[in-house]
């Protein structure tokens, strides 16, 4: 896992996500950072977390009588990691669109010393065996 923020590396145990008013405006100055992530970086509670999400969509499209995530249907709902394999984008979209907040739970557990808040996602690609985030983060405050 590789985060920058205003191009700078960042210790990503120094990092936190901002879970109420996630990507509203804030009086702070933001700074844009990137967050890399190599398919095997995905921890292991966020790919099972992923995975009752697809479940959960296949079950949900049966019972309604179409799919609400037609990509998942088209693939017969495989497993995440399945998606990051051989459907990346379709991965990066359903982080995007969906699974964001899990992951961010997922890879920000109790920073210390905290120093940075991510404030915003702007988007989601994925470039080889990659998955790309890009948004904004502000300044933790020292009390």
Do not use: W
Not at 98 to 122: G, K, M, Q
């Amino acid at each position: 896992m590789k985060f920058t923020s205003a191009g700078k590396p960042i210790d990503p145990r120094t990092l936190s996500y901002r879970s109420l008013g996630f990507g509203e405006a804030v009086s702070l100055d933001t700074t844009p950072y990137e967050l890399i992530l190599e398919h095997s970086d995905f921890p292991q509670h966020f790919l099972e977390c992923a995975d009752t999400f697809i479940s959960e969509c296949r079950t949900d499209d049966l019972e309604q009588g179409f799919a609400d995530i037609p990509g998942l249907e088209r693939l017969n709902y495989p497993t995440f990691q399945e998606l990051l394999e051989s459907q990346p984008e379709v991965a990066a979209a359903l982080i995007d669109d969906y699974l964001y907040f899990e992951l961010f739970f997922a890879l920000f557990r109790d920073p210390s010393p905290l120093a940075l808040v991510i404030n915003s996602l702007t988007s989601t690609s994925a470039k080889g065996r990659s998955i790309i985030m890009v948004g904004e983060t502000f300044a933790a405050r020292q009390v």
